[in-house]
C-alpha cells in the first residue's frame, strides 16, 4: 500500500525539486553509505531545519522488517525485505511515487543466535547498485546479482555450497564493494574478490574459521594509504589492507573488541585509519610504506568505544555515536577529544554529512541536524520520523531522504535547498 502525501507546499517543493535532480551526479546514492562510501552528500546545501516546511513526507510503503539501508538511482528505489519467516525479497520502486516497478524473491530466512534474537532474523546487508546491475546479499551467505531494469537473476553465488564454508551464524551482514571490474565481499568465511560480470571466484583471502567468528559485521572500503590503492578489511578479529589485484595481504593489525564486536566501517584519513570497538578503545592506525613494504602503527589511542556507528570525517574531525549513547568529536591525526555531549541519544545513527552539516538517523526514528562544530555539540533541529525503529542506514539522493523503518521505506523531499 502506498501512502502519498499532501501538503499546502507540496508545489514548492516540486519546483525545487526539479532543480535539485539537474544536478544527476548528485541524485544518486548507490552503496552503503554513499557515493564514495563515506558517508558524504555533494548535492545541494540542506536548509536548517527539519520540520514539515522544508522536509516533505511524500510517499510511504508498508514492508517486512530489514535491516539494508535503500539505495538510489535517478529514479528508482531499491530496499529489501524478510518475509513469512521463510523469503528474502527484493523490491524496486519509482523514485516519485512511491510505485512498485518489479521485486524478485527467494527462499532464505534463517536464524540467529538466542542473544541475538533482539536484533532479529532479518536481512541486514546493503545492497550495491553498479548501472544496471543490483548486488544483494541474502542472509545464508548468498550473493545474488539481479538486472535493476527489471529484477532478473543474473547470477548467483552460494560461498556455503561453492566454498565449502560454515553458514555464518549472524548472517551476511557485510554490504558489497563494487569497484572497477569486481564486486568485493566478507563472505565463505574470508574476504573474496568475484568477477561483476559472471560471478566467478577472482581470489580469496583473511579466511578465518567461519560460524560465530565468521561473521563480520563490518565492511570493506577502498582508499589509497602510503601512496597504494588497497581494500581495507575488518573482520571479527583485525584491520588489514589488501592488493585488490591478487589478494595479498598488504599488513594486518588484531583489533580489541568484546566477543569479536568489530561493527563500524573504518575511516581513512590521510594514512591515518580510523577504528572504534564495542568493549575496546578508539584508535588511529598509521600506515606507512618503505621499499615496497607495508607496516602499521598505532598512532593514538582513546578509552572511548564506538558500537554499532562509523563516523562521517569533515576537516579532519571524525563525529562519532558511542557505545555510551553520547556522541564526540575527535582529530583523526592525532587522536584529540574535541568534545563530548553531555546529552545521550538512542543506541545508534546513522550519518550523513554535507558541507558543515550532520544528518544523524537515531535507532528510534528520530532525525537529527548538527552543525559540524570542532568547539560544541551543536545541534540545530530534530524531528521524529518514523515510529518503528530505523536500524537501516540513511540515504540521501538530490532532493530527497530515504528512510528504512523496520516495516516500511519512506520518502522525503526537502523544500528548500542551497540556504
Given amino acids: 500500500m502506498i501512502y502519498p502525501m499532501k501538503r499546502p507546499w507540496t508545489i514548492l517543493c516540486l519546483l525545487a525539486g526539479f532543480a535539485a535532480v539537474a544536478h544527476a551526479a548528485d541524485s544518486a546514492w548507490p552503496q552503503w553509505r554513499g557515493p564514495q562510501r563515506n558517508g558524504q552528500f555533494t548535492g545541494p546545501a540542506w536548509p536548517d531545519k527539519v520540520d514539515a516546511q522544508h522536509l516533505e513526507r511524500v510517499w510511504r510503503v508498508e514492508l517486512g522488517p530489514s535491516y539494508s539501508g535503500p539505495?538510489?538511482?535517478?529514479?528508482?528505489?531499491?530496499?529489501?525485505?524478510s518475509k513469512d519467516k521463510k523469503f528474502e525479497v527484493v523490491r524496486a520502486y519509482d523514485r516519485t511515487t512511491g510505485k512498485e516497478l518489479w521485486k524478485h524473491e527467494w527462499?532464505?530466512?534463517?536464524?540467529?543466535?538466542?542473544?541475538?534474537?533482539?536484533?532479529?532474523?532479518?536481512?541486514?546487508?546493503?545492497?550495491?547498485?553498479?548501472?544496471?546491475?543490483?548486488?544483494?546479499?541474502?542472509?545464508?551467505?548468498?550473493?545474488?546479482?539481479?538486472?535493476a531494469r527489471d529484477g532478473k537473476e543474473i547470477?548467483?553465488?552460494?560461498?556455503?555450497?561453492?566454498?565449502?564454508?560454515?553458514?555464518?551464524?549472524?548472517?551476511?551482514?557485510?554490504?558489497?564493494?563494487?569497484?572497477?571490474?569486481?564486486?568485493?565481499?566478507?563472505?565463505?568465511a574470508s574476504f573474496v574478490k568475484l568477477n561483476k560480470l559472471t560471478g566467478e571466484l577472482v581470489w580469496r583471502t583473511l579466511a578465518d574459521k567461519g560460524g560465530m567468528y565468521g561473521s563480520v559485521f563490518s565492511s570493506p572500503m577502498s582508499a589509497e594509504l602510503a601512496g597504494k590503492r588497497q581494500?581495507?578489511?575488518?573482520?571479527?578479529?583485525?584491520?588489514?589492507?589488501?592488493?585488490?589485484?591478487?589478494?595479498?595481504?598488504?599488513?594486518?593489525?588484531?583489533?580489541?573488541?568484546?566477543?569479536?564486536?568489530?561493527?563500524?566501517?573504518?575511516?581513512?584519513?590521510?594514512?591515518?585509519?580510523?577504528?572504534?570497538t564495542y568493549g575496546g578503545k578508539t584508535i588511529g592506525f598509521r600506515i606507512a610504506q618503505a621499499d615496497g613494504k607495508?607496516?602499521?602503527?598505532?598512532?593514538?589511542?582513546?578509552?572511548?568505544?564506538?558500537?554499532?556507528?562509523t563516523p562521517v570525517v569533515i576537516d579532519g574531525a571524525a563525529y562519532l555515536h558511542?557505545?555510551?549513547?553520547?556522541?564526540?568529536?575527535?582529530?583523526v591525526g592525532t587522536g584529540?577529544?574535541?568534545?563530548?555531549?553531555?546529552?545521550?541519544?538512542?543506541?545508534?545513527?546513522?550519518?550523513?554529512?554535507?558541507?558543515?552539516?550532520?544528518?544523524?538517523?537515531?535507532?528510534?526514528?528520530?532525525?537529527y541536524l548538527l552543525r559540524a562544530n570542532k568547539e560544541k555539540f551543536d545541534l540545530l533541529d530534530e524531528r521524529k520520523l518514523a515510529d518503528s525503529e530505523t536500524w537501516a542506514h540513511l540515504a540521501a539522493a538530490g532532493d530527497g531522504l530515504f528512510v528504512r523503518e523496520l516495516n516500511a521505506l519512506t520518502a522525503f523531499r526537502w523544500c528548500a535547498m542551497g540556504r
Fill in 155 to 188: 547470477w548467483r553465488k552460494d560461498f556455503v555450497k561453492d566454498l565449502s564454508a560454515p553458514p555464518p551464524d549472524f548472517g551476511f551482514v557485510c554490504s558489497p564493494l563494487v569497484d572497477g571490474e569486481a564486486v568485493y565481499v566478507q563472505a565463505g
Fill in 294 to 309: 607495508f607496516t602499521v602503527t598505532e598512532a593514538w589511542k582513546h578509552k572511548a568505544q564506538g558500537y554499532m556507528t
Fill in 231 to 276: 581494500l581495507i578489511v575488518q573482520t571479527r578479529e583485525k584491520l588489514a589492507g589488501v592488493d585488490p589485484a591478487d589478494g595479498k595481504v598488504l599488513w594486518e593489525q588484531p583489533i580489541e573488541a568484546f566477543r569479536g564486536m568489530n561493527i563500524l566501517t573504518p575511516v581513512a584519513y590521510k594514512d591515518t585509519l580510523f577504528s572504534s
Fill in 71 to 81: 539505495v538510489v538511482n535517478a529514479d528508482r528505489v531499491f530496499t529489501t525485505e
Fill in 336 to 367: 584529540r577529544e574535541l568534545w563530548t555531549s553531555e546529552k545521550s541519544f538512542g543506541k545508534y545513527w546513522s550519518l550523513v554529512a554535507q558541507g558543515d552539516r550532520i544528518l544523524a538517523l537515531d535507532q528510534r526514528g528520530i532525525l
Fill in 107 to 147: 527462499e532464505g530466512m534463517m536464524s540467529v543466535p538466542f542473544f541475538a534474537k533482539s536484533n532479529g532474523d532479518w536481512i541486514r546487508s546493503t545492497p550495491a547498485l553498479d548501472g544496471d546491475r543490483l548486488y544483494v546479499a541474502g542472509m545464508r551467505d548468498v550473493l545474488v546479482c539481479l538486472d
Fill in 322 to 331: 558511542l557505545k555510551s549513547q553520547r556522541v564526540m568529536a575527535i582529530e
